[in-house]
């Protein structure tokens, strides 16, 4: 699974705009965005 660049711009523009809108959500936002970095890697490890 590959995810293009115009998806990660999509994504990232998309949570930017959250956290400008909602500061403290910020902290689950990251956390989110590392658990789902760490499963693509564990994925793409075992393949």
């Given at each position: 699974m590959v995810i293009s660049g115009l998806a990660i711009g999509i994504i990232t523009l998309v949570f930017g705009v959250i956290?400008?809108?909602f500061p403290?959500?910020?902290n689950y936002l990251i956390g989110i965005?590392?658990?789902?970095?760490g499963i693509l890697a564990i994925i793409q490890a075992v393949k």
């Open positions: 956290v400008m809108v403290k959500i910020l965005y590392l658990i789902i970095i």
